[in-house]
């Protein structure tokens, strides 16, 4: 067989395999392109743009479009499922990431936000220690909440972000953020960034604030995994996590010697606490970014 034979025999044979392969590659969306051109990778989104920061809340063209249009920085939230006293819901932290990230992200301006993570360290399982020794509460071993962290990271990057953002609520997850940045940055040379905010876990710097700008002044503690600061982050999420109605109705909606009965005020607390923190965010975020991943651990004053 001549040369042009075989190079066209090789062509004949090899077509339908390569078109099975291309075809194989444009198929996005949980389909095959060509049983629906909605599941073909080009598509044009039928909806208009979607508004939510949320990544969970969009379709993949959404996120697809959202990319296309330089939204390539993603936020990955840490909360958790612990024990507040009698007051506040299991899911504290997330509730609060629930307004902050979104707050966060919209300042930004060019970030979205990952779904909050709740699953973190909060003891041993068996036998249970530190906040394990409380119903409702779910831990992980620390290398399951790095390696989660680590194939979360490792997902948004193969779908095209820029920056990859760690926060977390708690103080328990810090150091795992910390250290899954420190070695994704080094697996990956740096691209894309990965970074831990730890300015961003700072109730004392928000709770001054809120005394300062606001007068709000903490009496005598209750002794409770719960305070104003944190109380009034989660009210502006959902008031029912915080039982606010069945605590003013029952004459108990205080905390630390602070009122909680006006929701009005609440509300007007609430945002601006949010806000704040957004900002706080968003500025260490920026200096992470221009550092190149992770910043040192910030020296903090105690709170006045």
């Known amino acids: 067989m001549n040369t042009a034979l075989t190079v066209s025999f090789a062509l004949v044979v ?11 590659q444009e198929s996005l969306g949980g389909g095959q392109c060509e049983a629906n051109v909605y599941n073909c990778a080009n598509t044009p989104n039928p909806l208009p743009a979607a508004k939510t920061v949320w990544v969970e809340e969009m379709t993949w063209m959404d996120v697809r479009d959202a990319l296309d249009a330089g939204m390539t920085t993603v936020l ?7 024990p507040n006293g009698p007051w506040l819901a299991a899911g504290k932290h997330n509730y609060v990431l629930h307004a902050n990230c979104e707050a966060v992200a919209r300042q930004l301006g060019d970030a979205l936000c990952a779904p909050v993570i ?7 399982i068996e036998p249970p220690s530190g906040h394990m020794r409380s119903p409702g ?37 810090q150091g795992g953020q910390r250290a899954v940045a420190s070695r994704l940055t080094e697996r990956w040379s740096g691209s894309p960034i990965v970074a831990h905010i730890q300015e961003y876990y700072d109730y004392a710097s928000a709770s001054q604030y809120l005394e300062d700008e ?3 002044i903490w009496g005598e503690g209750d002794n409770l995994h719960d305070d104003p600061t944190i109380s009034l ?19 108990l909606a205080t905390i630390n010697g602070v009122s909680l009965a006006d929701r009005v005020k609440n509300l007007e607390l609430a945002r601006a606490l949010v806000a704040f923190r957004a900002t706080q965010t968003v500025a260490a975020i920026d200096a992470a970014i221009e550092n190149g991943g992770t910043l040192p651990l910030p020296i903090r004053p105690p709170r006045a």
Request: charged share 20%; no cysteine; glycine share 10%.
């Open 76 to 82: 990955i939230p840490t909360g958790g499922m612990e």
């Open 14 to 24: 090899s077509t339908p395999l390569l078109a099975q392969q291309l075809r194989a």
């Open 233 to 251: 982050n989660m009210f502006i999420d959902d008031p029912a996590s915080i039982r606010w109605a069945e605590r003013v109705e029952a004459g």
């Open 137 to 173: 509460t779910i831990s992980t071993r620390q290398e399951t909440f790095e390696a989660m962290l680590t194939d979360v990271a490792h997902s948004f990057r193969m779908h095209g972000f820029e920056t990859i953002i760690f926060f977390g609520d708690s103080g328990g997850n």
């Open 214 to 216: 606001h007068g709000v």
């Open 118 to 124: 709740p699953f973190v360290p909060e003891g041993n």
